[in-house]
């Protein structure tokens, strides 16, 4: 046994055990897995509870998940993969891939009606990777994100050519000046149309050949194979109204009101390829993304990226933390003593975060509550998987899982 594997305790790794069954035990979460790698090795797995509750079928190591949000982190390394080769670089505004937003308009500070608009400046790809473009989800607050609602603007997997959709998203005014504020957004969608443009290639078939099958996620996908629709979790919610609807209001029945499930799920053909939250996978088939940025860009002789550039994807390209620059949205992480760089974000400060962990962590999450980090300080990443939306119902969970690892570091 390496001297990495024998850093951790083992009584105490057994704690993560402990604290997955109580939250099934307590029917917060249906089900859930966790992988632990630390210097490229194998620490710790565990499962526990059901992958579908109403056929009693078991959350296993080869369960298929939604991945939501931690599409985008490999959404961002497929741009990065292009600015490599010299298509574009991260200044360059959008508008000269999607010529849609060659002429943006922002809506004016304190604006109550969505045409209360001026003149803005095109967002550039940088600001769309770190979510500053002016971009919105529609279930943030605000103008745009209900206009967004009105037009049903969520990426979702039936809503045609990823094309089509970005187009009608133009139409809408940005909700402040690029680069004024940080929103959680879907911006990233954005991306994923600017890697279609450049690289000549569907998303789907370029994360396929350029991604996937190098580093070996043969099961990471934007659509559910009919062969592994046995294998795909289901996705429950605590709230009554849509899973994805922030504002609703806890259901005082059932904890676990199912939501989507096999054979009749949308993900079993998908055509619309949200970069910004599409993709299924294992939690294998995530740890190699993981460890291909944890090794600098390379996982079994298979290079996707320069050292370099994957260092600076994980510097924090905000001008301080995330809180500094005003966001009223949701997002996946806490947003004080922590940055954001391109895919994810960065803690520059532990004790503002108040959770255990190294300065440099790069992580982000997904809706369904999954959830990943990559330590370079313990040279560790950390994967965990359920399927439980909106993930901020359990707010504390994902502070609980990192204390709970930190603490058995000894």
Known sequence: MSQKKLSFNPTRLQRLESWMDR???????????????????????????????????????????????????????????LAEKGLLH???????????????????????????????????????????????????????????????????????????????????????QPGKRWEYSVSIDVIGR?????????????FADQIFAPLGMTETAFSVPSD??????????????????????????????????APDTPFGKTETFSGGGGLVGTIDDYMCFCEMVRQGGALNGERLLSPLTVDFMRKNHLPGDIADMGPSSFAEQPMEGMGFGIGGSIVRNPGRIRVPGSIGDFSWGGMASTFFWIDPVLDMNV????????????????????????????
């Open 194 to 206: 600017v890697v279609e443009v450049v690289s000549g290639q569907p998303l789907d078939q370029f």
């Open 23 to 81: 939250y099934v035990e307590e029917s917060k979460f249906a089900g859930s897995s966790v992988l632990i790698n630390r210097g490229g090795e194998e620490v710790y797995f565990h499962a526990t509870g059901m992958r579908d509750v109403e056929n009693k079928l078991p959350f296993e190591r080869d369960t298929l998940v939604r991945i939501f949000s931690m599409t985008k982190p490999i959404t961002s390394v497929a741009i990065m993969m």
């Open 90 to 176: 991260l200044e360059a505004p959008v508008s000269e891939f999607v010529p849609e937003f060659s002429s943006c308009q922002a809506l004016v500070a304190g604006a109550t009606s969505i045409d209360q608009t001026e003149s803005a400046t095109t967002p550039t790809l940088h600001q769309l990777l770190t979510h500053t473009g002016g971009f919105s989800y529609p279930f943030n607050p605000g103008l745009l994100p209900k206009a967004m609602e009105e037009k049903d603007l969520i990426f979702k997997g039936q809503q045609g050519l990823l094309a089509d959709v970005i187009c009608e998203l133009a139409k809408l005014p940005l909700a402040f």
């Open 228 to 261: 592994a629709m046995g294998r795909f979790a289901s996705l429950y919610t605590p709230l009554e109204g849509n899973a994805m609807d922030l504002n609703a209001t806890r259901s005082g029945g059932e904890p676990l009101r199912l939501e989507d499930s």
């Open 383 to 410: 994967v965990f998987f359920t399927q439980l939306s909106p993930s901020s119902s359990y707010p504390a969970a994902r502070a609980q899982l990192k204390s709970i690892v930190h603490g058995a570091l000894v």
